[in-house]
DNA sequence: CGATACTGTAATGATTAATATTACAGTAAG
DNA sequence: CTTACTGTAATATTAATCATTACAGTATCG
């Protein structure tokens, strides 16, 4: 699975804590344990549609734009990670029936997989990661 | 998604489709556009599941060991890839709350994630991906 | 105004993972 | 006892991921 996904869940999580302030990209990148570039990759992402804000100059950073229940993993995993499950196949051999047919086989068994897989993420949105974030949170 | 898994699938098909005789490491590779090393060890997972039956030496090389519907797509799946859709988060920050938790909650989502799409995996067996394969064909 | 603190993004470099290749021991057939 | 295979380890090559640097753009504040 992309890194990019849990990036994504990761950040907003973070931000969904800090609903009042702007949230720097060197803030999470702490967080998260990445650098501050690939932060602002991903949220760059999530902002072009519409899940947060962000602000440039003093004081700016990231923020919530929506409820959190209104953002769901399956809304994130398209953004960060369509396709991730398709299994890159190597040009096989179209002389024989297995090569030349296998790849668009795989395909849409694939595409089958990855909408079912929608389903269950569609489950949990962000409020629902945050409460378990706080549940198992650690004394 | 791993790659084994699909060239998994690829030789277990081809072997479905000569089910009397022995079929090589490079014959199947050559179908699947991959070295003969990589077939053999692959291959050799799924003979130590039983799937498959080998033999060494002069007419040795691979062949279906079952029924065609007694292995399905999460069979293969299970043996080459579990653990797959886990995304490897980087060590993240343990003083912050999400920091520190974000990394077990999104394991056992994960957990849950491929549960269900095993549940979708199960309705391929080999025997389909066969007949997919031979409707595919392109005359 | 100019200094400071941010985002946005491209370009490059470093690290790691995936894959191919080589090498060779072991086994069975003829 | 030679030939044709599997089995597996070791190494080399290629590709993907990620960090880092660099710098332009924008907002705030004094």
């Known amino acids: 699975m992309n890194s990019d996904f849990t990036l994504a869940i990761h950040s907003l999580t ?5 609903p ?5 990209s060197e803030y999470i990148a702490e967080s998260a344990g990445v ?7 991903v949220l760059s992402l999530l902002k072009k549609n519409g899940f947060i804000i962000s602000k440039e100059g003093t004081g700016g950073g990231f923020i919530f734009a929506l409820d959190l229940d209104q953002v769901n993993l399956w809304n994130i995993y398209q953004i960060t990670s369509e396709g991730a499950l398709q299994p890159k196949c190597t040009e096989s051999n179209g002389q024989c029936i297995v090569g030349a047919n296998m790849k668009s086989v795989l395909f849409s068994i694939f595409m089958g997989a990855e909408a079912h897989l929608g389903e269950y993420l569609k489950e949990y949105t962000i409020k629902e990661v945050v409460e ?8």
């Open 14 to 18: 973070l931000l969904a804590l800090q």
């Open 20 to 24: 009042d302030r702007m949230s720097t």
């Open 132 to 139: 378990l974030v706080k549940q198992t949170e650690t004394y």
């Open 35 to 41: 650098h501050p570039v690939r932060i602002r990759k």
